[in-house]
């Protein structure tokens, strides 16, 4: 017999409520029904993105709102500068790239944030740029960049500030309208505890600017037509009932608990892994900008990183994320976002250090989980 844990960056694990609101009977969504339920998701997404401009949903994974962002916002031939400093920075320039779109770099070494001074120096250089592209919670190598520092900059230019809040919304603070964040684009399947199939982009006066100009072609992802369709409180194609109906039930629990305690509550849990980690005697990925939603940790030299990934999940169904591309087999990481508590916190740990064992890493046995432990109590 085995039980399955998840402890992965995207997907996480779904709260009972939120299954159940899915196996109910579907409902037509041109249907006053469904209306009520798109009247109240619309709140509760502008609670949790915590902005007073419109939240868009879209019927894809998180990429789809980051191609939203990028057909919406800039044309061929214009530049944009994208902060790289992971896989997911990389997917900015990728997606701009497709749309013949410009790019200057800023090329950030995996495991550190970027540092705001560089954005403000690049703009200056360039008053072409028209968009920066970064990314809040920089899920391949754990580090949370300081999007607050960022947008106190680019407010402050013509440009327009982009943020893949994908992995950090839920779970990790970001303000859009209090600290000049002009776009924010999320996913269902990371900190809102809910599968993968939602992307979310919400856009400031500022940057809807950019979206009447845009002459990139576009149709499924034309927020214009988005827009339309939301000031009557509808979506412009079948909506994703299931879902969205699921998403209302995740943004009640949240409701209920209040953000400030919800960004707590992550804090501590990373708080907790981090001390776990260091305890077993492995070095965190990403000292010094580590994110609330995910812990990186490099694999102790010597082990296969990936035989690790791969015990826990099929010998123990305790399921934690390798590396990503160049971090493939030399880093782990543990999630600590949504719908997780101490509990699992404890368990996940608690099992890395059996398979550490068992693949001959010594240590003293229970001092991560007794590190752990010991912030909870705190
Ligand atoms: C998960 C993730 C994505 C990708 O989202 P998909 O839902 O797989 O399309 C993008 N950016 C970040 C930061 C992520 O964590």
Same mark, same amino acid.
């Given at each position: 017999?085995?039980k +399955?844990?998840? !402890?992965?960056?995207?997907?996480t694990?779904?709260?009972?409520?939120?299954?159940?609101?899915?196996?109910?009977? #579907?409902?037509?969504h041109?249907?006053? &029904?469904?209306q009520e339920?798109?009247k109240?998701?619309?709140?509760?997404?502008?609670?949790?993105? &915590?902005?007073? =401009?419109d939240?868009?949903? %879209?019927?894809?994974?998180g990429?789809?709102?980051?191609?939203?962002?990028?057909?919406?916002?800039?044309?061929?031939?214009?530049?944009?500068?994208?902060?790289?400093?992971?896989?997911f920075?990389?997917?900015?320039t990728?997606?701009?790239?497709?749309?013949?779109?410009?790019?200057?770099?800023?090329?950030?070494?995996?495991?550190?944030?970027?540092?705001?001074?560089?954005i403000?120096k690049?703009?200056?250089?360039?008053?072409?740029?028209?968009?920066?592209?970064?990314t809040?919670? +920089?899920?391949?190598?754990?580090?949370? =960049?300081? %999007?607050?520092?960022?947008?106190?900059?680019?407010?402050?230019t013509?440009?327009? !500030?982009a943020v893949?809040?994908?992995?950090?919304?839920?779970?990790?603070?970001?303000?859009?309208?209090?600290?000049g964040?002009?776009?924010?684009?999320?996913?269902s399947?990371?900190?809102?505890? !809910?599968?993968?199939?939602?992307?979310? %982009?919400t856009?400031s006066?500022?940057?809807?600017?950019?979206v009447?100009?845009?002459?990139?072609?576009?149709y @499924?992802?034309?927020?214009?037509?988005?827009?339309?369709?939301?000031?009557k409180?509808?979506?412009?194609?079948?909506?994703?009932?299931?879902?969205?109906?699921?998403? =209302?039930?995740?943004?009640?629990?949240?409701q209920?608990?209040?953000?400030? =305690?919800?960004?707590?509550?992550?804090? #501590?849990?990373?708080?907790?892994?981090?001390?776990?980690i260091?305890a077993?005697?492995? +070095? !965190?990925?990403?000292?010094?900008?580590?994110?609330?939603?995910?812990t990186?940790?490099?694999?102790?030299?010597?082990?296969?990183?990936?035989k690790?990934?791969?015990?826990?999940?099929?010998? @123990?169904?305790?399921?934690?994320?390798?590396?990503?591309?160049e971090?493939?087999g030399?880093v782990?990481?543990?999630?600590?976002?949504?719908?997780?508590?101490?509990?699992? #916190?404890?368990?996940? %740990?608690?099992?890395?250090?059996?398979?550490l064992?068992?693949?001959? @890493?010594?240590?003293?046995?229970?001092?991560?989980?007794?590190?752990?432990?010991?912030?909870f109590?705190?």
């Open positions: 017999m085995k +399955e844990y998840l !402890l992965t960056p995207g997907p694990p779904l709260p009972p409520q939120v299954s159940a609101a899915m196996a109910k009977p #579907i409902i037509h041109r249907t006053p &029904q469904f339920i798109l109240e998701v619309g709140c509760g997404l502008k609670w949790v993105f &915590q902005t007073a =401009n939240v868009f949903i %879209i019927s894809s994974s990429t789809g709102a980051m191609e939203a962002a990028v057909v919406n916002l800039l044309s061929s031939g214009d530049t944009a500068l994208v902060v790289q400093g992971g896989k920075g990389e997917r900015w990728e997606l701009c790239k497709a749309y013949g779109i410009t790019t200057e770099i800023i090329d950030v070494e995996w495991g550190k944030a970027v540092s705001p001074e560089e403000g690049r703009l200056k250089a360039n008053p072409q740029i028209k968009v920066v592209f970064t809040l919670c +920089e899920t391949s190598t754990g580090v949370d =960049n300081d %999007i607050r520092a960022i947008a106190g900059i680019v407010k402050e013509p440009a327009v !500030l893949d809040a994908i992995s950090g919304l839920g779970a990790v603070d970001i303000k859009p309208d209090a600290w964040v002009d776009v924010v684009v999320a996913g399947q990371k900190g809102l505890m !809910l599968p993968p199939g939602l992307g979310f %982009i856009l006066p500022k940057a809807w600017k950019l009447e100009v845009s002459k990139t072609g576009r @499924y992802l034309d927020l214009r037509k988005a827009k339309k369709a939301l000031d409180n509808d979506t412009p194609f079948t909506s994703s009932i299931t879902l969205i109906s699921a998403l =209302n039930e995740a943004l009640k629990m949240m209920q608990d209040g953000l400030e =305690n919800i960004f707590k509550r992550h804090k #501590i849990m990373a708080d907790a892994t981090r001390a776990a260091k077993l005697g492995l +070095e !965190l990925f990403a000292p010094t900008a580590a994110s609330d939603g995910v990186a940790a490099c694999v102790p030299a010597g082990l296969d990183g990936e690790l990934v791969k015990t826990m999940r099929d010998t @123990y169904g305790v399921t934690i994320a390798g590396g990503q591309a971090l493939k030399k782990f990481r543990i999630a600590h976002m949504g719908f997780i508590t101490e509990s699992d #916190i404890i368990m996940g %740990i608690a099992c890395l250090e059996k398979v064992t068992q693949m001959g @890493y010594k240590f003293t046995l229970g001092a991560g989980v007794k590190a752990a432990e010991e912030v109590l705190k």
